[in-house]
């Protein structure tokens, strides 16, 4: 496993005694604009840097998944992911702004909204908002972050990064604070895939801490086949649309085979979803209840239920309405309507999904739109905010591995592409997304750390 990309650069460039320390302060003074980090450490160590999703505990750094229930709490111990990347020499820097518990494709459910670094008035995306603008901003960096339904691909393809999804169980999940268990994955995010192939090869494989993750080896089984579901085209903007269709077209003329095919079923896909992990997150909510971790009730003079009141009262709007939901579905009068028969219907994506990626890629646009205002995300319905997910649900949901990368700029804003594959075949989507990147340059309005 060789250096490449931006790490074999950084590390093979002689840099200023002073280096960590003003690039410390220039994060700080460009955080004030773009609120891309909750945390910021006072001293960075030498190494490469990288951040971490404030819903993976770093050791002794307050981890609130941006919530404020969880204000205060100090993880004893390191995430896995970030154990094996600090003891390979990489630099923390710090812990990135999110929607609170993974909640939100926007990254506006939390205190302070992250900006995007194209135009601070538009969403980051979400929920991995700030290690998006993080690695938008910072040319030497890589942001381990986490996805749930689209919380990797969504903002990458909002701020113009290459996101990455690995296959669930390629990577422990030891030290996240669970959304929802069956469906989350810890990922990355760089400015090269050479970069992200890098890391992933430090952070993947079997842990004894996490009984999902599994000992296997990652393929690179390369296809010249490229399928393109209609039914994931049909509420794309004209716009991307139309970027898409020549996307596809310089495809083609780089050898590969395009087909187009229906597969109805992908329109159950957004349901599905949202009923197991509103399900899966009320219940690892319930363990927040102002006793254990974080916010403390300290009035033992309270009444059962007004003492638990006051400490969930912490939840945010959205986590509340989740709970609420979650806690429905799961009932015993409505569990086999709703929640036993949506993975039921998660099974059969995943064979029809499979059927296809046996010998071909599937792309489509990572997001629906560009990135919206931050105005008007606040005029949409709960439920208009979950449909916006509908392309990066599918893969999420049936645990293939997909990446996002930015192929075009509409109006000066970054527009992604989201190429999946089959399981364990992580890194074919290296190698497809490296031969795009040695056609494509991407665009950065800011390299703070320049050497």
Known sequence: MEEEG??????GIEKPGDYFHRLRDEIQNYNEKFHAFNFIPEKL??????????????????????????????????????????????SFIGKTNMDEFGFGSFGINTDISARNPFDEDRVAGGSSSGAAVATALIKYHIAIAESTGGSISNPASFCGVVGFTPTYGAVSRYGLIDYANSLDKIGLMARSVKDIEFVFDIMKGKDEHDSTSVDRKIENKKSRKITVIDEMIEGVDEDIKRSFDSLLGKLETQGYKISHISLKEIGISGPVYYIISMAEASTNLAKFSGFKYGLKV?????????????????????????????????????RARYYQKALSLRALLIRKMREILKD?????????IKAPKIKDVEKLTPVQNYMLDILTIPPNLCGFPHISFPYDYIDGLPIGAQVITDHFNDKALFSFVEDWENNFTYKFKYNLGEI
Request: glycine content about 6%.
């Open 6 to 11: 931006y790490i074999a650069d950084f590390n």
């Open 45 to 90: 160590e030498e190494g490469f840097p990288f951040s971490v999703k404030d819903n993976i505990c770093v050791k002794g750094v307050e981890t609130t998944a941006s919530s404020r229930i969880l204000s205060g709490y100090l993880p004893p111990f390191d995430a896995t992911v970030v154990r094996r990347v600090k003891e390979k020499g990489f």
């Open 298 to 334: 300290e009035d033992f003079s309270l009444d059962y239920n007004t003492f638990f009141t006051n400490a969930r009262d912490a939840f945010g709007e959205e986590a509340k309405r989740r709970i609420i939901l979650g806690t429905f579905v799961r009932a015993a009068s409505v």
């Open 360 to 368: 071909s890629y599937i792309l489509s646009p990572t997001m629906p």
